[in-house]
């Protein structure tokens, strides 16, 4: 059974800095695209970043360049996401997402409709 399990969410206040982990069993994902989502109360599930399977490549929404990083390390088959600068803005619940039909990371992979395996998400609250 394939699992995506996140960790790492909280309550944090503006200017504040977490880091979410995504841990992947049932199979290996070295070989996949890896990104972040997330979805604000009221609001539908956003595109946050995301990584090619080389590490090489990342591509991010814009509200959050320069503020976030994702990385991944496929021998533990884990991909994190470190945000830093947060703001109350940024709340929501984020989901990690897994897929081997992504193409370019700049087009289909800040889709949704291109991951094949999600995790369950977690909270992340940014006070002002």
């Known amino acids: 059974q394939v699992q995506l399990v996140e960790s790492g969410g909280g309550l944090v206040q503006a200017g504040g800095s977490l880091r979410l982990s995504c841990a992947a069993s049932?199979?290996?994902?070295?070989?996949?695209?890896m990104a972040w989502f997330r979805q604000a109360p009221g609001k539908e599930r956003a595109f946050v970043a995301t990584?090619?399977?080389?590490?090489?490549?990342?591509y991010y929404t814009d509200s959050v360049k320069g503020r976030f990083t994702i990385s991944r390390d496929n021998a533990k088959n884990t991909v994190y996401l470190q945000m830093n600068s947060l703001n109350p803005e940024d709340t929501a619940v984020y989901y990690c997402?897994?897929?081997?039909?992504?193409?370019?990371?700049?087009?289909?992979?800040?889709?949704?409709?291109?991951?094949?395996?999600w995790g369950q998400g977690t909270q992340v609250t940014v006070s002002s």
């Open positions: 997402a897994g897929g081997f039909r992504v193409r370019r990371t700049d087009v289909d992979g800040a889709t949704d409709r291109a991951y094949d395996y």
């Open positions: 049932g199979r290996t994902f070295s070989n996949a695209a």
């Open positions: 990584i090619r399977w080389t590490g090489s490549s990342t």
